[in-house]
């Protein structure tokens, strides 16, 4: 199992990671991506999961990196 960090307050909206891991993110308020099933932890969404190749894809096509694992 690993950790995913979502910065909320880094996200552009682009999408790009609703596209490569659509399980795991989808487009939420103010036009950013939500990560599904996740808890807030400092203004981030953060949430224990196993780490698949499609997260590490969502992770390498957000253009602004906000996205952690
Ligand atoms: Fe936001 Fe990056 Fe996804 S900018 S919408 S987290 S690809």
Redesign the pocket.
């Known amino acids: 199992m690993g950790k995913i960090t ?2 909320i307050e ?9 596209v ?1 891991a659509p399980d795991h ?1 989808e ?1 939420g308020e103010g036009g ?2 939500h990560l599904k099933g996740s808890e807030e932890e400092d203004k981030n969404e953060v949430k224990e999961t196993e780490i698949t190749e499609e997260l590490k894809q ?1 992770a390498d ?7 952690k694992l």
């Open positions: 979502h910065q880094k996200c552009i909206g682009c999408g790009n990671c609703t490569a993110f487009m950013k991506a969502a096509s957000c253009p602004v990196q906000c996205i």
